[in-house]
């Protein structure tokens, strides 16, 4: 036990140690968040990436979409309009097709809307930044 007039080892600290302590735990406590952040904004990049990619997807199927629906009309007005008994099946058939496609457009426009609304940003930082004026006035929540 310390005597009333002797100082304690926590009393022995200058200032400047004190400074020098608070200096590093702030710069640790920065780095720490600018890679929480690096961390963040390449998982929403990658999932934003893979949204525009299913999207992109989803453009194409319905370009083939409108390729075979164009040629489906074109079968069935010739079928309606000239002779013979095959040109009808050539039509369904595109038709066929072209429904697959839709298919296709849909699955891949619904999934890359899927994967964009999930993008959040950097949620986990931003909470974390908000703490640290508080953090450091000593009130850690």
């Known amino acids: 036990m310390t005597a009333p007039n002797e100082p304690s080892a926590r009393d022995e600290r200058s ?9 590093r735990d702030l710069s640790t406590l920065i780095r720490q968040e600018v890679e929480l952040a690096k961390a963040e904004v390449q998982d929403s990049a990658r999932r934003a990436g893979k949204g525009a990619g299913m ?3 989803a453009a194409w199927s319905a370009n083939f979409l409108l390729l075979f ?12 309009i000239g002779e013979g008994d095959d040109l009808p099946a050539l039509g369904w058939s595109a038709l066929i097709v072209a429904a697959f496609w839709a298919i296709v457009a849909l699955i891949l426009a619904l999934a890359g809307k899927k994967s964009l609304e999930s993008v959040e940003g950097i949620p986990q930082t931003a909470d974390t930044v908000k703490k640290i004026p508080d953090a450091l006035k000593g009130h850690e929540s």
């Open 55 to 57: 999207l992109g997807g």
């Open 69 to 80: 629906l164009s040629l489906a009309v074109w079968w069935a007005l010739g079928a309606m």
């Open 15 to 23: 200032i400047g140690d004190l400074f020098g302590d608070v200096s």
